[in-house]
């Protein structure tokens, strides 16, 4: 229970990246002083190169991306109805894909191109391929034992220098599970022990031995931070601070002050060359990335005062929160998060597992959704409930109608698509089906807001990754081979369809 609880409550991740400093990294001589005349020559010198590793932020990406699709195949899928995660709801569809991109949507008068493979899907569904914004797959694998618990590091109420890429096994079957369920893309984040947990990293779901593999270039990293009764619960514990929620507040505070002066004196170096400089600080690091907005805060928080608390830490401080986690309160300040562009990321029926989560009720994500220019998000934080992401973005949505919120369905899908890919910086490359973007695409055997709907066929960068009637798309990782029940048919399906 008590890894539970850790895991639940996760701290929202980040990307560090001092690209803006790198700039201007090398001194200028000869600018002009304020009386006009050139300043000496031995006011600003160019630093000497320093060893590989020792300069703050000189690789923003130390551990690149090595993703590659599968195998690509230029398609038209026809006859569905298409809900294309921007809002538009299309019967008879059709959703064009050429060499991994979405080419054309639109209704049945769409032109298919000569050589396209023609898929059939009359009296289907089709959607962007779902998004899950937090997950915990692969640092919290399959099997469940000690030696691969890696996704809290609750040593220290700061452990911003942490990556959770660095945690992720990649065999973990709940990646094969998640697939299944329509999830193509998803950010796995350190969990919610700390008030800086780590750096997420955003996966590509795709079968692969190396993280580096699953990697989705480009994307932003995220800083992982928690409040609540998380860190002041796991450090209360062992009597260090913080032990209270105003503990709380002043380590955040302490630490973003720390990141400032760490900016500031890597600043006066690259501008004058002189001194020694700054030992590199990997914490402070990933927190300046943070100041300088190319990390995205992602933050695990619960109640409506807490989140107001931490609102006004980001302006005291001048950064951005790009998320709040759980959010169980969220419908008690739904316009402040509009306001402040700050999107809400929440379960459906999860409550009341411990004080801070009393106040849970199932329209919140609608309630949220419908304050303008908002940004509702539909979560997991669960290796069984990503399965399942399609289902609980229809109990939230069913709980809105009921309480009068006249919410489309086509408005709906976007609770597990677009908004979550705006949620992590990723909504220029997936999210929607829109000419351009990369063509993750689901096709479900019913609409996929109700409890009936199975995914049937799950592409990615348009290569088939899932296919529920072949078992040669059903791929199954090293850890389920030999085990009870592998290889024999259930329920009248072919081993693997789930």
Avoid at 28 to 43: C, L, R
Avoid at 130 to 156: C, F, K, Q, R, W
Avoid at 297 to 314: F, P, S, W
Avoid at 345 to 362: C, N, R, S, V
Wanted: proline content about 6%.
């Amino acid at each position: 229970m008590f890894v539970n609880r850790l895991r639940g409550p996760s701290l929202a991740i980040l990307s560090c990246a001092m690209g803006a400093l790198m700039l201007t990294a090398c001194a200028s001589t000869g600018q002009a002083s304020s009386s006009g005349t050139s300043a000496s020559a031995d006011t600003a010198r160019p630093a000497k190169p320093m060893a590989a590793g020792l300069a703050s932020a000189s690789d923003l990406n130390p551990y690149p991306s090595t993703y590659r699709p599968l195998q690509q195949q230029n398609m038209a899928i026809v006859g569905a109805t298409v809900f294309d995660g921007a809002g538009r709801k299309i019967e008879n569809g059709v959703v064009v894909v050429t060499d991994g991109r979405i080419a054309a949507v639109g209704d049945a008068s769409t032109p298919v191109p000569q050589g396209h493979q023609v898929v059939d899907a009359r009296g289907r569904f089709v959607s962007p391929g779902i998004i899950d914004i937090h997950s915990h797959l692969g640092v919290y694998p399959s099997p469940g034992v000690t030696g691969m618990s890696d996704g809290n590091e609750a040593t220290n109420p700061n452990t911003a220098q942490v990556w959770a890429e660095h945690s992720v096994w990649p065999q973990d079957p709940g990646f094969n599970a998640a697939r299944a369920g329509g999830v193509t893309t998803l950010q796995v984040l350190p969990g919610s022990a700390n008030l800086f947990g780590g750096r997420g990293v955003t996966l590509r779901n795709v079968p692969a031995t190396t993280m580096q593999a699953m990697k989705l270039p480009d994307a932003p990293y995220g800083l992982k931070m928690a409040c609540g009764e998380n860190p002041s619960r796991v450090y209360g514990s062992r009597n260090q601070s913080p032990a209270t929620g105003m503990g709380n507040m002043a380590g955040y505070r302490a630490a973003f002050i720390a990141a400032q002066d760490y900016r500031e004196k890597w600043e006066k170096y690259r501008e004058t060359g002189q001194g020694t400089p700054p030992t590199r600080n990997l914490q402070l690091e990933t927190i300046t990335g943070v100041l300088d907005g190319s990390i995205l805060v992602q933050n695990h928080c619960y109640r409506a005062d807490e989140m107001a608390l931490m609102m006004d830490l980001a302006k005291e401080f001048g950064f951005k929160i790009r998320v709040f986690h759980h959010a169980i309160e969220a419908y008690k300040l739904a316009p402040q998060l509009a306001q402040n562009g700050i999107c809400a990321a929440m379960w459906t029926g999860w409550w009341g597992f411990k004080m801070e989560a009393l106040d849970g009720i199932e329209e919140n994500a609608a309630i949220v959704d419908a304050a303008p220019n908002s940004c509702a998000v539909i979560h997991s934080d669960d290796q069984e409930l990503i399965q399942r992401l399609n289902q609980e973005a229809a109990a939230s949505l069913s709980a809105g109608r009921r309480a009068g919120l006249n919410i489309p369905e086509e408005r709906a899908i976007g609770w597990i698509t677009l908004n979550a890919a705006k949620a992590i910086g990723i909504d220029n490359q997936t999210g929607s089906l829109e000419v351009g973007k990369r063509a993750d695409v689901v096709i479900w055997s019913a609409n996929p807001l109700s409890i009936y709907a199975r995914a049937d066929q799950v592409f990615i960068d348009g290569a088939l990754t899932f296919d529920r009637t072949n078992p040669a798309y059903q791929p199954v990782s090293d850890f389920e081979l030999g085990q009870p029940g592998f290889n024999r048919p259930a329920a009248g399906t072919a081993q693997g369809a789930r």
